[in-house]
């Protein structure tokens, strides 16, 4: 190969590793992805970078520890001729590796303090939505947006038809296939998501109907448990439009693979159309007679597919 | 086996009994009973390893191809509980039986006869286990920490319950054992602080087997009381608290951890030494830092539980507590490097599997650190990170010192070399395949894929099919160890010396190889130059 050819073939292997590690140009998750996701929100940021600054850390001390023991492993063996030493205590060099790592840890404990103290605050929030897991689904329930009551918009979500059909056992169907646009959706998309405005502190009110679920969207920055009979609350901020996927993260029985959660954020124009729209169609199942009322959980399933 | 009676052939009251019933059965002795625990424990790993190459072949691409997601969730319950409670742990108690005795220069454990039935109880307690997945309704399938409600659903919890408590009363039996042996049957002279670290590593691991094993008892009944009895201990629809069955399993679950690492540091801490010809760097520290970790893991069991939703001051109680950790086991993985520097190594079979514990273990506790960072959790929590840091600290840490532990006393045990080469194929083997099993899944938690799924989406297909190879070469890996110690009990025609390494100290060296059936009748004399610590009074 050519000087230029390795050149060329070096930065190829750059570009790649970069993409791979860095992350945040290509739909997330990619193949071969190796980092975490920097995600989309205010917040969303403080995982990313403790993550960073920790791994670095580990890695600066990885180097020395694991450095001293291959030079020792090379240095003292028998093979060599090396006679053994018969020091065993030495109190300063005690002191120092005892020290050096406190000091290390308390720097990491003061940023994640400060970190974890702002996710703790979900006051001022401008919408409220209230998520509810199921074995094996989610429901949304929208309580509040800009300080006013939200009325009958709600609905469950669940793994979208072409997902469920391939992943059962021998479907001999292709999970390559299943593709929304360019972006395979395979097991991470749903019938109908869960649309919200960007630009928004949205408290999410978070509850378990039968089992514990978790639910979570990696490119918020965390997960929070479903948990019945309590009721969890946490809190984002969505800077960019977009479809955002993620899945259930506790187990909760044998579909727990199958309940993706997919929101769709959208423009605060375009979600004031979403929600009136939403809002009319409720009142309007609302006034209908009872015989509509018995078709309800009809709307929902014919929502759009994925 | 016989070799153990011709050794006392002159006096056949003191040889095994030739009985076989009599000898494995009913045996009171400690070595017998310790034989008995690893031979258990590698049956259990084979088992267990097997629910795992069930996993990897499941993941080895997306799709369903082999196994129904109930069937997956069985696999992955009981491979966790059947490789804790029945591999790592009876390996340990093995080695215990095995050892401390002729460690502390004791004739056997203290109470031999709670010794025989703290073993006979768990080969019952795992058919019962094991026979649940033959059962309609399967096996518990909610994972094996068995949350509520989700495991109150499992049609066969009875038995689970059950064989939980089985392998609890033996543990606390095994614990109980350990201390007596430790504290009453030392020889004149082995004061504590001239034990070697591997008997101080088993006496805090006791202490914390006795206070934790009636917690998860207590646990799990209550589960069971809550399915059968109509209690609502963990049912919020009658006033109860699912998260209340997480504290309580966690206070058991987080020193259950270091129950299947401290033995492990006390292994590492006798070979190293050995191979490098040269005293433990600390030993003082090294008891010290064991001790700590031991009380430290009662403090951080909500670790386990960031994402219930705990106040804002006990995520930040448990993130420092945890933090803390660090300092100890750093100090332990500086004192096994500075143990190494300046000696005079050789790179036997146990030497190879002592190194690759210290590298990879602190690789675990590396990610382990990450994980305690609470906002960053939010993300790793239930992912296979999280998989990837527990298997880097269990496989690579507990099961590398025991397998460390077994080819450095194996000469002991038969009297016979094994093959060095065999063994140097097997370790070779196995460090390269975990690594290839378990490192890409760091990336797989990170990119989102969680945990404990059946079946998952395009982009963590590539990582997960260099896992599964690296797992069914690793499993294959296993069978190599596996001949390795047959041709080493029955075919091996190299004797080993009773001082089978060079710079091994120690009392258990002072003794024949094989280990006569008894030893130390008459406690032996201790001499300084004899005992494997370094210069407790510099």
Redo the contacts between chains.
Sequence with gaps: MTSGGIRRSFAAWAALALASFGGAAHA??????????RGVTTWSQ??YD??NI??GV?AG??IL??G??FI??FR????RG?????????TT??IV??TI??II?IT??YL??G???S??NTTGSQMTVKITGYQWKWRYDYISYLGKPINNVGFMSKLDALSNA??????G????AVKVGNE?????NVDKPLVVPVDTKIRFVITGG???H?W?V?QF?????A????V??AWTDIKTPGTYR?????????????MPIVVVAKSKADFAKWLATQEAQAAALAAAPVTQTAELPAPPAAGKQG | MSHAATHDQHDDHHGAPKNFFQRWCMSTNHKDIGTLYLIFALTMFFIGGSFAMVIRAELFK????L????FF?EMTTLHALVMIFGAIMPAFVGLGNWMIPLMVGAPDMALPRMNNLSFWILPFAFTLLLSTLFMPGGSA???WTM?P??SL?SSSLAYTVFAIHLMGISSIMGAINIIATILNMRAPGMDLLKMPVFVWSWLITAFLLIAVMPVLAGAVTMLLTDKYFGTNFFN??GG????LYQHIFWFFGHPEVYIMILPAFGIISEVIPTF????????K?MVFAIASIAFLSFIVWAHHMF???LP?GA??FF??AT??I??PT??K??NW???????????ETPMLFA?SF??LF??GG??G??LA????D??Y???YFVVAHFHYVLVTGALFAIISATYYWLPKWTGRMYSEFWGKVHFWNSVIWVNVLFFPQH?LG??????????????????NMISSIGGFLFGASQLIFLGVLIHCVFFSKKRAADRVWE?AKGLEWTVPSPAPHHTFDVPPVIHEGDLAH??VN?
């Design positions: 997330e998750p990619g193949p071969w992805q190796l980092n975490m996701t403080v995982p403790l993550n920790t791994l580990c001390i990885g520890v694991f001293a023991m020792a492993m003292f063996r028998k093979s090396v006679v053994a030493e018969t020091w065993s205590h030495n060099l005690e590796w005892t790592p406190v840890l990491l404990a994640a303090t970190g974890l103290t996710w703790a391939t992943r059962q056992l021998d479907s169907m292709d999970p390559y395979n959706t395979y097991l991470r039968d089992v514990i978790s979570w990696p920055g965390w997960k929070v448990d948990i019945p009979g309590i969890n609350a993620g899945q259930c993260g506790l187990l909760c029985g044998q579909d727990h693979g199958f | 997306p799709g369903l191809q196994v129904q997601p109930y969730n399938a909610g994972g949350l409600p989700l659903q919020p629809g109860g608290d699912p998260v490098s010809r040269k005293p433990i760097f600390g030993y520290a994402t219930v939703g804002l995520d930040i993130m420092y933090m803390l660090a300092v750093g100090v993985v500086f490097v500075s143990t190494m520097w300046g000696g005079s190594m050789t790179f190194i210290v590298i602190t690789i590396f990610s650190l990450m960072m609470v906002p960053a939010f993300q929590h239930d992912t990336f990170l990119a989102g894929m969680p945990r404990r799924v059946p079946d998952y989406n395009v982009a963590f297909a590539n990582f710079g370094g210069h510099d």
